[in-house]
């Protein structure tokens, strides 16, 4: 079994300490990603929950950068030790109850004792108390806790704050400070420089009049920085003067002031004075400051990292970004940080340009301006063939992912437009088909009429890239159904046909011309045109699906099913009778069954045979899955807790028999899709058990996490695949010295290099002549007579010439001539030497050069 599609961005990850690897939390389990190429090179299992907390264990000098152990905290409640380059789990510390944040300052100030040992290791936790949230309803079921890595402990006695739920703690980069946000209170903690068990501290609370969102400390300041709802920054300095007060005595020569010399410091705050920027329009989500302390990165809903000089607060931007941003987290290498975004992307940025350098892509959240017939269809597409999973995004988008690899592949922009928190929908993208070759994506976009008028339907077909495999836009059709809306889109297997239906009453077939070759490449395609109409009655067209073979077309006319000769157009039988509309048609395989499902009040499946045009009975094995739905009911409260959260039910049915043969309860129902793919090549070696069949079940569900399973056997968990094996493979070969800067040096060879200096396809070849690198160039003679030869224009046409001394030069074709002048450009010279000659060129005398 395979799973995938957990978020990268549910918590803030880690780099480990030379820079070269990003540890992020992906469900139960650590990715460990290179950052040189962003594939992932390894993964640390052995959580039963979500894993909350990474922390990399510092390195304490510069030799021990390559040190690679970490900390990580899971909702299962416990905590581990691993070795992250093994990766092997080292030590387990079991809580008890839910860590949903966890800071452990002591690594970033650890000392080492008069004796000679280490002192313990303490780390503080966000734990939820689930008895207490189950007994008592709007308790404090949120705790700040001590815990004692070392003796693998709870501190007993110590809790620093009890909250109405667990929420995230900060700890400063010093990791003198750690603080948490409720609402409209800040509460910070002075970690002592000996800690231990026994240990006072000292408290500090900040207030504000809105919800705070954000905190941030200073890495050598007693400045905090903090944002809220409405897209504020406040900015504290001097914190902690009047609390951190000994002996008559402030800390850092700190000045008690009065109330009146504390400008924009409500009530009895503790700090100097407080500072309010507003460039956000809403809630600030990202607050970190630069490693020296001078600059201040914020972000928020706007997709836009915006970048604050402390001193001046001057600000330079970093535009569309395409999705709100979640975290940033600085690397032990100044010129490398990380930003995570609310669409499960992860952009490594070049400081402090912050340049993109690449990007850490998941799976795509499911898009929230996607038409959903009555909670149900999520738009997802499967690709049958190549495992590809086709996802429609925010921001009119459509995500390639590869299941098998766990991906992102590519991504096709739609439809034009800018990530605008709040901005009304104007466009929806209605539906996204894909061809069973997956060499053509066809895509439904719909624009909302503005007061009452103006709405447009648009039919694209795209084209997929043999070389690049990306989509290029082919045809656009407005308006492909007058008025009326698509309600499906099918290809057909065996030949460049579509179809697409429509609620106003037909449908229509679609052709591709055929592709142009010149010059021995094929040019993009001359796009579609419509090749045929069809309806029944008039009644609307719900929806379509071509066989196996291609031969026939099924198109639901409301209620009943039309059988169709695509090739010719003509109507070959109508079956059925149902009860509800029909909204799904599908063919079983290359097989002559076809199934259909109506939704409603009383919704139906019904299996129809091609051959006998009536229901189903056969002793044929071919097989499909259904997803459904399960509405509540009084009876389901009696059940077992382990179907409380099943919100669906996969059965897998043989087409003779209306009893399924198995039978899958799943979570997450709601918006969910199913479908059967082939295994990749690539991991058919290493499946535990071969099966008769090469295809796998692929479930997806409402929040883009998905399952491969195989359906056949006594028990679907039988079905297993490694990806570990190929993590190592994803690894960039270590690099030291020169190489670590400039990369790897070209290997040279001391033979001569006689091959012919490529042409160049241009009109102005010269211009381009010189644009590859100096060491790539061909040798000096080389280059000047291909040079020359770019210059001059080939001609086929005799040239007749006659030179100083002779009434005539033998006559040679234009080519040779330009061919031996180019050859020795010492000869051009002479003759440049030895003064003008006449000479007579196409027809044309000429007194001389």
Partial sequence: MITGGKSFVASPPAFSNDAKRLLVCTGNTVSVFSTSTGLQISELEGHGAQVTSVIVVPASSPASK??????????????????????????????????????????????????????????????????????????????????????????????????????????????????????????????????????????????????????????????????????RILIWRGVGHKTCLNDGKLINGGINKDAEDKPGVRDDDDADSCTTWHWHSSQVNVLFFSSDGAYLYSGGREGVLVVWQLDTGKKKFLPRMGSPLLYFVNSPDPSLSSISRADNQIQLLRMPSMEILRSISGIKPPSSHMEIYEGFGSGVVFNHTSGLLAVPT???????????????????????????????????????????????????????????????????????????????????????????????????????????????????????????????????????????????????????????????????AEKVITLWDPDRNTLLAVIGDSLEPITTLSFVGRSEYLVSASRGSDPHLTIWSMSKLSVACSVDKSTFAVLALIKPSKHMESTEDSLHSAEGVIMLFNVENP????????????????????????????????????????????????????????QASNFSFSRQRNFSSLEEKERFGYASIYGELPEFSLKIDQTPFPSMSSEKTWKTIFSGPSHSLPPLPKLCSDFLESLLERRSALVEMRGRGAEHVPLVKMESWYRCACESVLMIQQLLVEGPFPFTFDGKHYSGI
């Fill in 66 to 231: 390559l040190m690679c152990y970490c900390w990580t905290a899971s909702l299962d409640g416990k905590i581990k030790y691993w070795d992250f380059a093994a990766p092997e789990l080292m030590t387990t510390i079991d809580i008890g109850s839910p860590i949903h944040s966890m800071v452990i300052p002591s690594l970033l100030s650890q000392s080492t004792e008069s004796n000679g040992k280490l002192p313990d290791l303490f780390a503080y936790i966000y734990t939820e108390d689930v008895k207490q949230k189950e007994e008592k309803k709007n308790c404090l079921c949120g705790q700040i806790q001590k815990c004692n890595l070392t003796k693998s402990r709870i501190v007993g006695g110590v809790t620093f704050a009890k909250t109405r739920r667990p929420g995230s703690i900060t700890s400063s980069p010093s990791g003198k400070y750690i603080g948490t946000y409720e609402k409209r209170k800040l509460r910070i903690w002075e970690i002592p420089e000996k800690d231990s068990e026994h240990v006072g501290y000292k408290k500090i609370r900040l207030h504000h009049t809105k919800s705070f969102t954000a905190l941030a400390f200073h890495p050598t300041e007693r400045v905090v920085a903090a944002g809220d709802v409405t897209g």
């Fill in 394 to 556: 925010e921001n009119y988008r459509v995500q390639f992912y590869n299941l098998f690899d766990d991906r992102e592949i590519s991504e096709v922009q739609i439809y034009e437009r800018n990530h605008q928190p709040g901005d009304e929908i104007t466009v929806k993208v209605n539906l996204v088909a894909l061809s069973p070759d997956g060499s053509t994506m066809s895509t439904v976009e719909t624009r909302l009429p503005e007061e009452g008028i103006g709405s447009l339907v648009s039919l694209k077909f795209w084209a997929c890239g043999a070389q690049n495999k990306h989509f290029s836009l082919s045809t656009v059709i407005y308006e492909p159904h007058g008025e009326g809306g698509i309600s499906s889109i099918a290809f057909r297997p065996t030949s460049h046909m579509a179809v697409s239906s429509s609620y106003s009453g037909d449908f229509k077939v679609w052709v591709r011309r055929h592709d142009i070759s010149m010059d021995d490449q094929t040019v993009e395609n001359g796009g579609w045109r419509c090749h045929a109409v069809g309806s029944y009655k008039k009644k609307p067209m719900t929806a379509a699906a071509f066989s196996g073979d291609g031969s026939v077309l099924a198109v639901a």
């Fill in 659 to 714: 009893v399924p043969l198995s039978t899958w309860f799943v979570s997450k129902a709601q918006g969910g899709g199913l479908s059967f793919v082939r295994s990749s090549p690539k991991l058919e070696d290493e499946v535990t058990e071969r099966k008769a069949s090469d295809e796998v079940l692929a479930y997806i569900n409402g929040a883009h996490e998905y399952v491969l399973m195989s359906p056949y056997g006594e």
